[in-house]
């Protein structure tokens, strides 16, 4: 069965921290996307990976194929960063998309 | 900025009824996909859409839900006889090459 194991479920930070989310899949992938989803339900795309590292402003996501393992991080955490980070996969086989549980993150201040 | 805008923004409906969920993509965009979230849980695929023919859809796409592109920009999702289950946010996504999000449509079947 095609699955999608996101790390940890909830994370609470103090503003200021470095933050580490983990994705992991079991086969191979066309591409990966990290999401987040705000308190309202609103879904916002951060990235889109195929391979290596993508980097937009406080955010990094990074990518091995290898190990089948993605991670998003978040330097100099702020309470506007609290939402929940999706990680979601596009499979080789088909098209659809199969979405992690998400990483519920509280940035305290 | 361009967005992906979807209506309404809550809708309740009886047991049994058809709903349109409406959609508007982002206008140059040629992919075009409604995904699910039940409260509480995962954000589920249900189909895609390119070139006026689903690409893919999923289990949970079953005969009492249909899409359609009925004028060339909106985009629609119907659910034919809702159930109880069926309550949930929708979302619409469209797509050049990055996904973008609608930002969703409440259902509530009661």
């Known amino acids: 069965k095609n699955e999608v194991e996101q790390s940890p479920q909830n994370l609470t930070a103090q503003e200021g921290e470095f933050i580490t989310i983990n994705c992991s899949y079991s086969v191979g992938i066309s591409a990966l996307h990290w999401l987040q989803q705000h308190p309202g339900g609103g879904i916002v795309s951060l990235f889109m990976l195929s391979s290596g590292k993508k980097k937009h402003g406080r955010l990094i996501a990074t990518i091995n194929i290898q190990e089948k393992h993605s991670s998003l991080h978040i330097t100099a955490s702020h309470p506007r960063d609290s939402a929940v980070y999706i990680c979601?996969?596009?499979?080789?086989?088909?098209?659809?998309?199969?979405f992690g549980a998400g990483t519920r993150l509280t940035v305290k201040p | 900025e361009p967005e992906v805008t979807q209506t309404p923004s809550h809708q309740v409906t009886q047991m049994g009824q058809e709903v349109i969920l409406r959609c508007v993509p982002i206008?140059?965009?040629?992919?075009f996909y409604w995904y699910r979230q039940i409260l509480g849980q995962k954000v589920e695929f249900l189909v895609s859409?390119?070139?006026?023919?689903?690409?893919?859809k999923s289990e949970i796409f079953d005969d009492q839900f249909s899409v359609e592109r009925p004028d060339g920009s909106n985009f629609t999702l119907k659910i034919r006889s809702t159930k109880l289950e069926d309550s949930a946010m929708y979302f619409c996504?469209?797509?050049?090459?990055?996904?973008?999000f609608g930002p969703g449509t409440r259902l509530t079947v009661l």
């Open positions: 979601a996969v596009r499979w080789f086989s088909n098209n659809d998309m199969r």
């Open positions: 859409f390119y070139n006026n023919e689903i690409s893919e």
């Open positions: 206008s140059n965009h040629l992919y």
């Open positions: 996504a469209s797509s050049a090459y990055e996904q973008f």
